[in-house]
C-alpha cells in the first residue's frame, strides 16, 4: 500500500505539521524525562498501526541512548522487568488514553500516573498521549509508510 496524501505538500498540510512538531519539541523541553516520552509515543503507536510513528519513535529513543532490548519489550511491557515503575505507569497511561473506554484513565492508574510524575510532567503526560493519537491517525489515514525516517528530522521544521 501506497502513501495516499502528503500532508506537508500542501500549505494547510505544512503549517499544521510545522505546528506538531513545534508541540512534539515543547514537549521534549519538559522534565518529563525524554525516554519515558519516547515509550509512551511507542506504546501508543503500537496501539494504533502507525508504522511512521514507530519508526521515528524507535530511531528517536536509540539516538537518546535507549537500549534497543528495551525497545522490543514495550508491547509486552506487563510481562517484563526492565521498564521502572515511572515506566510502567507512563505505560499503563499511555494504553488508557489510547484505548479510550467512558472513564477515560481508570482512578487506579491515574493514581499511580501521580504517585510517580509532578504536575508539569503530568501536564506534559496528558499533551503527549493526546498529540501522539492525533499524529497516529493523520498518519494512518494517509498510509505514511516507516522506514526512512531519520533520527531529529522534525527538528527542522522547529526552525
Known amino acids: 500500500m501506497e502513501s495516499r496524501f502528503d500532508l506537508t505538500a500542501t500549505e494547510t498540510g505544512a503549517k499544521i505539521s510545522k505546528r506538531f512538531a513545534g508541540l512534539g519539541m515543547a ?9 519515558t516520552a519516547e515509550l509512551v509515543s511507542l506504546r ?7 508504522g511512521f510513528c514507530l ?21 509486552g511491557w506487563r510481562e517484563t522487568t526492565v521498564f521502572t515503575e515511572a515506566e510502567q505507569a507512563a505505560l499503563a497511561f499511555a494504553e488508557e488514553g489510547t484505548l ?6 481508570s482512578d487506579e492508574t ?12 503530568v501536564a506534559a503526560l496528558v499533551c503527549l498521549v493526546g498529540l501522539i493519537n492525533a499524529a497516529n491517525r493523520m ?16 527538528s527542522e521544521y522547529n526552525r
Request: one cysteine or more; aromatic letters at 4%.
Open 110 to 121: 491515574w493514581a499511580n500516573v501521580r504517585k510517580h510524575f509532578d504536575d508539569e510532567q
Open 55 to 75: 519508526d521515528m519513535h524507535v530511531k528517536e529513543a536509540i539516538a537518546a541512548g535507549e537500549d534497543p532490548m528495551r525497545l522490543h519489550l514495550v508491547a
Open 27 to 35: 514537549l521534549h523541553q519538559t522534565s518529563l524525562p525524554s525516554i
Open 139 to 154: 498518519a494512518v489515514i494517509t498510509h505514511q509508510k516507516g522506514g526512512s525516517y531519520q533520527a531529529g528530522a522534525l
Open 100 to 105: 479510550l473506554t467512558r472513564e477515560g484513565v
Open 44 to 50: 501508543a503507536s503500537q496501539l494504533n498501526g502507525c
